[in-house]
């Protein structure tokens, strides 16, 4: 970095989005937000976006830690995004202190995003044994073998009791693998566009219906 060039300096000069744009029509956009985020998902995969799955989970403990990472969606259905994890992880803590969650999805290749905020809670037990029946063989050793977010102690001995574990007993799932269903209360969705910068519309939860709202910048 020169001596006239400061870290911000170089952020700014940074290209933000290279290519061609979708346009965002939001007159057609339908009455409710899940429809409108499987299109996009559908467009993100068609177009060869990179993990278009990867989302964003934000949680708040019960004392008010606020945590963020990124994790994979596993579904979308007409009332709820889905995802999975271990339930004594700190994802699991924090959702059973407090149900109120936060996701995004960044599609980087389009620009496009999508915030949503919601309550999370758990799904069905034979849709959390089906998600991890689906992982990959290494994937369900690391998750029965882990402690997850503490640190690593017996790391071979574990996975390999995992990997016979599940060689004994290729159905096996942990009870604590479980799969996590978020009911949207809101759903933001942020298309940037060259012309008049970006486009937001939000969608929120009013009864058993939604209400829509196009928002400034």
Request: net charge negative; aromatic share 8%.
């Amino acid at each position: 970095m020169s001596e006239t060039q400061t870290l911000r300096s170089r952020l700014r000069a940074q290209k933000v989005f290279g290519g061609e744009l979708p346009k965002f029509d939001t007159d057609v956009a339908p009455g409710a937000p899940l429809p409108l985020l499987v299109e996009w998902l559908e467009a993100a995969m068609d177009a060869g976006v990179v993990q278009p799955h990867a989302m964003a989970l934000a949680t708040v403990s019960g004392d008010g830690d606020v945590s963020n990472r990124t994790l994979l969606m596993k579904d979308v259905d007409s009332t709820a995004v889905w995802f999975a994890s271990l339930d004594n992880g700190p994802k699991g803590k924090d959702i059973r202190e407090n149900p109120r969650v936060a996701l995004a999805l960044y599609w980087r290749e389009q620009g496009r995003q999508v915030r949503i905020v919601g309550q999370a809670s758990e799904g069905p037990r034979q849709t959390s044994e089906k998600d991890f029946r689906e992982r990959h063989p290494n994937a369900r050793a690391m998750a029965i073998a882990a402690k997850q977010s503490e640190p690593i102690e017996d790391y071979d001995e574990r996975v390999d009791a995992a990997r016979q574990k599940i060689d004994a007993d290729p159905d096996f799932v942990p009870e604590s693998w479980t799969a996590y269903r978020v009911i949207p209360e809101s759903i933001e969705f942020w298309q940037a566009e060259r012309e008049r910068d970006q486009v937001r519309l939000r969608y929120r939860r009013v009864g058993d219906g939604w209400e829509k709202d196009l928002l400034w910048p």
